[in-house]
């Protein structure tokens, strides 16, 4: 599912929203999850997950169409945990 997607079900299934005004919140969700991650905080939504930020050192790494070394800086990557609902339903089990 896209962002477009998610904003037309979040639509049709809520009638009494204006299509613009459901864009406008998913946007400010994203927005705010970015906002927290960018700032090192951590964003949990109970029963679907946990976004975190990891940090990864800087390394040698290999380029692989030369094969010659190369110096890989560090960096900071986002991370998902999913919670224990989601995962539940991804196997199977509903709760």
């Given at each position: 599912?896209?962002?477009?997607?998610?904003?037309?079900?979040?639509?049709?299934?809520?009638?009494?929203?204006y299509q613009r005004?459901?864009?406008?919140?998913?946007?400010?969700?994203?927005?705010?999850?970015?906002?927290?991650?960018?700032?090192?905080?951590?964003?949990?939504?109970?029963?679907?997950?946990?976004?975190?930020?990891?940090?990864?050192?800087?390394?040698?790494?290999?380029?692989?169409?030369?094969?010659e070394s190369v110096s890989v800086?560090?960096?900071?990557?986002?991370?998902?945990?999913?919670?224990?609902?989601?995962?539940?339903?991804?196997?199977?089990?509903?709760?």
């Amino acid at each position: 599912m896209i962002r477009s997607e998610l904003i037309q079900k979040l639509s049709d299934e809520n009638p009494h929203l204006y299509q613009r005004d459901v864009e406008r919140i998913v946007n400010s969700i994203f927005e705010e999850i970015i906002d927290a991650l960018a700032t090192g905080n951590r964003v949990e939504l109970r029963g679907f997950g946990a976004f975190s930020v990891k940090k990864r050192d800087a390394r040698v790494g290999r380029n692989p169409r030369t094969g010659e070394s190369v110096s890989v800086d560090e960096k900071h990557v986002p991370f998902f945990k999913a919670g224990k609902l989601l995962r539940d339903r991804l196997n199977g089990h509903d709760s």
